[in-house]
């Protein structure tokens, strides 16, 4: 199969887009702050699917604490990004140990102080609250914190046993997601695939991972036979395409897997028509739900739809998520 000439052009501007960036931010722009892979709710549902797929529901209850942990994590940002000073913390703290929903005039939303109740004393949540930095707050959550889940989750996982599946990740950046695949205790119980259109992007990989399989390569046109993987996942891609390349992708994807693929999306909305907005030479389109799940429709037997705004607020009665238009999508074949 030859690439028709219009994504050829279409190709060399994304990989225009994203090769302007040096090396060490590629690394790392993508996994800092709200969308540090550890509390992304996308992110945690991608793994949770992949833990899944390998163990059915043996592990959701804990995933069902992640998800709170992702929340509590990503409150307390929004509070840090507010200048939120270190007293006003420990007040918060104070008022959850006492039941008040309120912390001299912060409120405490009901998915902190259930989480709050629902773990033994002391708890990240204390740890969240106590740690001291300076009198505001640039300084990110420390890794002790953040890798609370990381622990608890490779420690279970080093138990288990389980034939391997394979799965493939476009678009997978500097191994964005992936290296917490692996420190969360995931990636020994796959033959994982990533590749990336821009090649810096796959140097950083290969040098966090030498042994995993980072190519460069093109969504729209992947190097696989058909039905090569069992899996796929893939986060924040099909809005940077023309619909002509979102259709592409979307049939290539589907053509090299097997089984299920997990899609992350940024930007859609519940309207019927896809809305293209070109950013300089590449796209940042709001892509319509309906139609999407049409997309998939083509080559999939079922398509189910998480908007995660609504998934939170049903499941834990958060209702401050930071993006609205965020979507995951779970395609069965
Ligand atoms: C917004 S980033 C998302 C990266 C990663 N999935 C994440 O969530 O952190 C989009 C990525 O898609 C890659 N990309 C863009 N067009 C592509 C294409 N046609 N084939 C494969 N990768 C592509 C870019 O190089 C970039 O790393």
């Known amino acids: 199969m030859h690439m028709e000439d219009r994504f050829r052009l279409e190709t060399e501007k994304l990989l225009k887009s994203w090769s302007k960036h040096d090396r060490t931010t590629l690394r790392n722009y993508l996994v800092e702050d709200v969308q540090d892979p550890r509390i992304n709710i996308q992110s945690i549902l991608s793994r949770h699917w992949l833990v899944e797929k390998l163990f059915g529901e043996k592990f959701a209850d804990l995933a069902e604490h992640e ?36 912390a001299e005039g912060i409120e405490i939303p009901s998915y902190i102080s259930q989480t709050f109740a629902g773990l033994a004393l002391p708890n990240y949540i204390c740890d969240l609250l106590n740690w001291a930095p300076v009198e505001s ?10 890798t609370t889940f990381q622990r608890i ?8 046993k389980s034939k391997k599946i394979s799965v493939l990740e476009p678009a997978c950046g500097s191994a964005n997601d992936y ?6 205790g995931i990636s020994g119980f ?7 259109l821009c090649a810096k992007n796959i140097r950083n990989a290969r040098q966090m991972f030498p042994e995993i399989d980072f190519r460069v390569g093109n969504v729209f046109e992947i190097p696989a036979e058909d039905n090569a993987f069992d899996y796929c996942f893939v986060h924040d891609l099909f809005e940077h395409f023309s619909l002509d390349a979102l259709e592409i992708a979307v049939s290539e994807i589907c053509r090299v897997t097997s089984r299920s693929i997990c899609i992350g999306f940024f930007n859609m909305h519940e309207d019927k028509d896809h809305i293209v907005q070109n950013v300089d030479d590449y796209h940042w389109n709001k892509l319509s739900v309906s139609a999407t799940k049409k997309l998939f429709e083509r080559y999939a037997s079922t398509v189910q739809i998480v908007h995660i705004e609504a998934f939170l607020a049903s499941r834990f009665e958060c209702r401050d998520v930071h993006n609205k238009n965020a979507y995951t999508f779970i395609a069965d074949f």
């Open 67 to 102: 998800l709170r942990f992702g929340l509590v994590v990503n409150w307390l940002l929004e509070l840090l990004k507010r200048q939120v000073r270190t007293d006003r913390l420990q007040a918060v703290l104070y008022a959850l140990i006492s039941g008040q929903k309120n």
């Open 137 to 146: 707050t640039d300084e990110p959550v420390p890794e002790y914190i953040m």
């Open 153 to 160: 989750w490779s420690e279970l996982l080093a138990e288990e």
């Open 179 to 184: 290296r917490f695949i692996d420190s969360f």
């Open 190 to 196: 796959i033959n994982y695939t990533g590749f990336d």
